[in-house]
């Protein structure tokens, strides 16, 4: 159908990604990092948990990251991880 804006994907996406991630693959439990838009952004989850993306400097890439202040060393995050909370 033209003009449905993919059944809400693009929006989904859009939203995503400006928080610094996105699930490329659908029904995948990973979802690819990237850099946020927003310098700080917190998800309130339905079990009444917090997960916070926190971006550091003006960088268009990423140079590090970390999970509950331990370092990522991977290209992806979990919905495991978000969904337990945390930053």
């Given at each position: 159908?033209?003009?449905?804006?993919?059944?809400?994907q693009m929006?989904?996406?859009?939203?995503?990604s400006s928080l610094g991630f996105y699930p490329v693959t659908?029904?995948?439990n990973e979802y690819v990092i990237?850099?946020?838009?927003?310098d700080?952004?917190?998800i309130n989850l339905e079990n009444g948990k917090q997960f916070t993306i926190?971006?550091?400097?003006d960088g268009?890439?990423?140079?590090?990251?970390?999970a509950?202040?331990?370092?990522?060393y991977n290209s992806h995050i979990t919905h495991d991880l978000i969904m337990n909370g945390g930053s």
């Open positions: 159908m033209s003009g449905n804006e993919d059944c809400g929006s989904a996406w859009y939203v995503l659908p029904g995948s990237g850099t946020p838009l927003f700080k952004a917190t926190k971006k550091h400097g268009k890439y990423i140079a590090s990251a970390k509950n202040s331990q370092p990522h």
